[in-house]
């Protein structure tokens, strides 16, 4: 009797999690249907955040980080500029240098993906749903405590926020915008490493240097 109560509970928490995904998958398409972003950024995303946090969990055990939890951030990183959807398209798409005044603009999708999750979204999984709201308000946070929109520092930020904050600025680097064109990976990697991207954890970049070959083939 317990054994199969056991499983009746494990397939519904299974038919739940998957039910979650579902809803993360549809408003993923949807954001990127939106947004001007490259073709199949959300995609790129989720493979390179996977990539990072392998390595994570082979180099960085302190940090903890289980392959649910992993699934749980990669699933997240598709949705992670949600908050965009509120930013007007004629300063998405500038093709010059951002005003002051559109720069400030532009940094509020952090905090309006946050409440868009945490108000407009239902998740079974309150795990879930609490690292999608963590990494849409921080993957902009930086190391140094010189991101936004919180000026989070150092192991302050989620190791979820981190990785897809990596992996975000790793495709946009590769990536052709309107105010810019894109890098060879050589470049990318060697400007990240290089800090002219914002500062990452060292422990991070360790992963993100072993991690480069395995990268580049998911390009």
């Known amino acids: 009797m317990r054994r199969c109560l056991g499983k009746e509970v494990r397939q ?14 549809t408003v993923s398409n949807v954001v990127e249907f939106c947004i001007p972003e490259p073709d199949h950024h959300a995609d790129r995303i989720r493979k390179f955040t996977e990539c990072l946090g392998k390595g ?5 055990p302190e940090y903890g980080l289980t392959a649910p939890a992993l699934e749980a951030i990669v699933h997240a990183s598709a949705i992670h500029d949600i908050g965009k959807l509120a ?3 004629e300063i998405l798409q500038k093709p010059g240098k951002l005003s002051g005044q559109e720069w400030e603009i532009i940094k509020l999708h952090t905090i ?5 999750i945490r108000n407009l979204m239902y998740l079974d999984d309150e795990g879930i749903h609490d690292v999608c709201c963590d990494i849409a308000r921080h993957h902009h946070e930086r190391y140094d405590g010189g991101g936004y929109p919180d000026g989070l520092k150092g192991e302050e930020i989620s190791i979820g926020a981190q990785t897809v904050a990596l992996a975000d ?5 590769l990536s052709k915008r309107t105010y810019k064109e894109a890098v060879e990976p050589e470049q990318a990697f060697m400007m990240i490493m290089a ?7 060292p422990k991070l970049l360790r992963v993100f240097e072993k991690a480069r ?4 083939e998911l390009i």
């Open 112 to 116: 309006q993906g946050d409440e868009m």
């Open 12 to 25: 519904v928490k299974r038919r739940k999690r998957k039910a979650d995904e579902n809803t993360i998958d």
């Open 87 to 89: 930013v007007p398209e």
């Open 169 to 173: 600025v790793y495709d946009a680097l």
């Open 56 to 60: 994570i969990m082979q180099m960085c």
């Open 195 to 201: 800090g002219e991207c914002g500062v990452f954890s």
């Open 213 to 216: 070959k395995e990268m580049e």
